[in-house]
């Protein structure tokens, strides 16, 4: 895997934490105040899981999945205030936010081979300029020595609801029983994993976002941000 010189990365703001936490939503507005970049390498992730399932590969089998994943032509654009995901020219911002893709994104985020590849492209995107990068390995694994360290949580009762909002504004259907379970499940996954596990930074500043707006928390970390650069 490819390194970044520690010095390329005091201008990055790295924010983690799980599933629902509102970790794209805040860093996208931290980057806008910024004047910085933003990247959501959660959907690298997703796009990787969406293109494995398109493709119809075996999702058992490993190899296969970091073959497709170093074949993937991405593409992350911003357009109108929103990350634009493309692959092979194809938009699929929409389509990486499914339940399905949600269930199987463990199976690659799993995979050292996969992971491997994902990190190095983070790096050298977050190498080119100022970025605000979010996902659940960013401050201990892709930026390390990022200026600012995030850990944005929140109950797993308002990250459900927080994610049933989002489906139901993009016409997804789901079970909430089920949604719950799910959040829970991949919580328990990511915290457990061989490969960058999801954890708190030892030098990251924990956020509990339960009873705060996104303003009142973008507010807080565009603070924080600015004290550390």
Not at 33 to 38: N, Q, V
Not at 39 to 45: K, R
Not at 200 to 216: I, R, S, W, Y
């Amino acid at each position: 895997m490819s390194k970044v010189d520690p010095i390329m990365t005091r201008d990055i703001v790295a924010i983690d934490g799980p599933a629902g936490a509102g970790k794209s939503t805040v860093a996208r507005k931290v980057a806008d105040r910024l004047g910085y970049a933003f990247l959501d390498t959660g959907a690298m992730y997703r796009a990787a899981t969406w293109l494995a399932l398109e493709s119809g590969v075996d999702m058992n089998d490993g190899d296969a999945l970091a073959a497709i994943t170093r074949s993937m032509e991405l593409d992350l654009r911003e357009e109108d205030g929103r990350q634009q995901v493309m692959v092979g020219g194809k938009d699929i911002s929409h389509a990486i936010r499914t339940p399905e893709v949600t269930r199987q994104i463990s199976t690659l985020d799993h995979n050292p081979n996969v992971r491997a590849h994902l990190v190095a492209l983070q790096q050298s995107i977050g190498a080119r300029r100022p970025t605000v990068a979010e996902g659940r390995d960013i401050g201990t694994v892709v930026f390390p020595h990022a200026a600012c360290k995030i850990y944005l949580d929140a109950s797993l009762e308002e990250r459900t609801r927080r994610r049933a909002l989002e489906f139901e504004k993009k016409g997804i259907a789901f079970d909430p029983t089920k949604l719950m379970e799910d959040i829970r499940q991949r919580d328990l996954r990511d915290m457990s994993r061989s490969v960058g596990p999801l954890r708190k930074a030892d030098d990251a500043v924990l956020v509990e976002t339960d009873g705060l707006t996104p303003d009142e928390v973008v507010e807080l970390i565009v603070r924080l941000a600015r004290d550390r650069a």
